[in-house]
């Protein structure tokens, strides 16, 4: 079983909905990511947060709001979607600092379907 | 900047046959770090295995092992005697050297090869 908890796991919604994905782990992880992967494509690199705070944003528009309100939990606050943001989401987790060993733990993600 | 190419998009086999996934990869750093993932179905990306730019040793674990050279930049992957269970998407990837940036694990992934393993 993953480590690395999301939720919801199926998520549809409109393009004027205000909907949340969730994560959480409790590795003891001070690293935490947001993927977005289309079909048939690898994971594309959306934010990254290190010891709670955004240290990496790849120029990911607006209507992703990411958030982390504590180092086990991160959030990404979706608003205004558009059909092409239909896509599955991965949290992933990794150790940060002296002591990263450099591999990145994946939830199962959330498969979001914007209408 | 960082690249990793899997020019195999999909493999067939049948169940207990080998079979060797290819990465090749492009970075500017002397230190970096090379993984494999495998991605089933349920859309987990499975962590499998890691290795360091300053360690060319290569490793047999369970059924999988992996050739990595410098020389070449490529890092290849074997299932020996497949099962079914290893039906999945691997996808190899890179980072930067994980003990000078502070910003996070920055991975780069390459397209993934799809392996059909048929009973």
């Known amino acids: 079983d993953t480590e690395v908890t999301q939720t919801p796991k199926h998520l549809v919604m409109g393009m004027t909905n205000k909907k949340s994905l969730k994560c959480e782990q409790h590795?003891?992880?001070?690293?935490m990511y947001w993927y977005k992967q289309k079909a048939k494509k690898p994971p594309e690199l959306m934010f990254v947060?290190?010891?709670?705070?955004?240290?990496i944003n790849e120029s990911v528009p607006s209507r992703f709001s990411p958030e982390c309100p504590n180092s086990s939990l991160l959030n990404l606050h979706l608003h205004a979607l558009q059909p092409e943001d239909s896509a599955l989401y991965l949290c992933?987790?990794?150790?940060?600092?002296?002591?990263?060993?450099?591999?990145?733990?994946f939830g199962e993600g959330s498969r979001l379907t914007v209408l | 900047a960082q690249k990793v190419t899997q020019a195999q998009t999909e493999i067939s086999v049948v169940e207990k046959e080998d079979v060797t996934l290819d990465c090749v990869y492009e970075?500017?750093?002397?230190?970096?770090?090379l993984f494999w993932y495998k991605q089933p179905p349920s859309g987990e990306l499975v962590f499998l295995i890691r290795?360091?730019?300053?360690?060319?040793q290569n490793e047999i674990s369970g059924r999988y092992s992996w050739n990595f050279q410098k020389s070449t930049s490529s890092f290849n992957f074997t299932i020996t005697a497949s099962q079914v269970v290893d039906s999945a998407v691997y996808f190899c990837?890179?980072?930067?050297?994980?003990?000078?940036?502070?910003?996070?694990?920055?991975?780069?992934f390459g397209g993934g090869t799809r392996v059909l393993v048929k009973p």
């Open positions: 992933a987790s990794s150790q940060a600092g002296q002591s990263r060993t450099g591999e990145l733990f």
């Open positions: 590795m003891g992880h001070r690293a």
């Open positions: 947060y290190s010891y709670e705070k955004l240290s």
């Open positions: 970075t500017r750093d002397t230190t970096y770090y």
């Open positions: 290795r360091n730019s300053f360690d060319e």
């Open positions: 990837a890179l980072s930067e050297d994980v003990m000078i940036k502070a910003a996070g694990n920055k991975l780069t």
